[in-house]
Antibody
Framework: EVQLLESGGGLVQPGGSLRLSCAAS????????MNWVRQAPGKGLEWVSK????????YYAASVKGRFTISRDNSKNTLYLQMNSLRAEDTALYYC????????????WGQGTLVTVSS | DIVMTQTPLSLPVTLGQPASISCRSS???????????LSWLQQRPGQPPRLLIY???NRFSGVPDRFSGSGAGTDFTLKISRVEAEDVAVYYC?????????FGQGTKLEIK
């Protein structure tokens, strides 16, 4: 069974940093690209970042480029999102998501981890 | 960026009646490989999103056949043939054809 379990969220002051993790199981992690998607309270979904299965290629939304870094450790089956220079507008539930069985769609999602940026 | 525009944003429906949600993209979603990767997701209250439909019209595993997708190019539709209580949720369309991947604003389906 595919499982994605996010962790690392919490309360952080503006300008601070946080690292999110997503532990994956139930599939060959290194074979699949991974994504972070966020959802501000009461708002819609926003794609944040993607990393290839090997980790060689990364992509970012303009709103986080230069502040967030996506990475992965295939030996630990874990995806990361290093978030620096956090702003109030980064407050959101952060999901990891991937495409395993379907072309061009996010077919598996974690439960999310909440990041709150506030003084 | 490709803008995904959903209508309506709020959809009150009587149990057992059909429902339809439209999604329009600002650019064609036909990929370089000839496929169109438009998907629909359902997000029930307090839950993560769940994939319903991929590549316009393919139901994901376990999705009831009352859900169907159609469309082409820039115009797409999600239909529910007979709404059930468990369908109360926000529905999103999504495109992974071009970075940044983008979602529609979401359509909130409620029971009338």
């Amino acid at each position: 069974e595919v499982q994605l379990l996010e962790s690392g969220g919490g309360l952080v002051q503006p300008g601070g940093s946080l690292r999110l993790s997503c532990a994956a199981s139930g599939f060959t992690f290194s074979n699949y690209a991974m994504n972070w998607v966020r959802q501000a309270p009461g708002k819609g979904l926003e794609w944040v970042s993607k990393i290839s299965g090997s980790g060689d290629s990364t992509y970012y939304a303009a709103s986080v480029k230069g502040r967030f870094t996506i990475s992965r450790d295939n030996s630990k089956n874990t995806l990361y999102l290093q978030m620096n220079s956090l702003r109030a507008e980064d407050t959101a539930l952060y999901y990891c998501a991937t495409r395993i069985a379907t072309p061009g769609a996010f077919d598996y999602w974690g439960q999310g981890t909440l990041v709150t940026v506030s003084s | 960026d490709i803008v995904m525009t959903q209508t309506p944003l709020s959809l009150p429906v009587t149990l057992g009646q059909p429902a339809s949600i439209s999604c329009r993209s600002s650019q064609s979603l036909v990929s370089s490989d000839g496929n169109t990767y438009l998907s629909w997701l359902q997000q029930r209250p307090g839950q993560p999103p769940r994939l319903l439909i991929y590549k316009i019209s393919n139901r994901f595993s376990g999705v009831p056949d009352r859900f169907s997708g159609s469309g082409a190019g820039t115009d797409f539709t999600l239909k529910i043939s007979r709404v059930e209580a468990e369908d109360v949720a926000v529905y999103y369309c999504m495109q992974p054809t071009q970075f940044p991947y983008t979602f529609g604003q979401g359509t909130k389906l409620e029971i009338k």
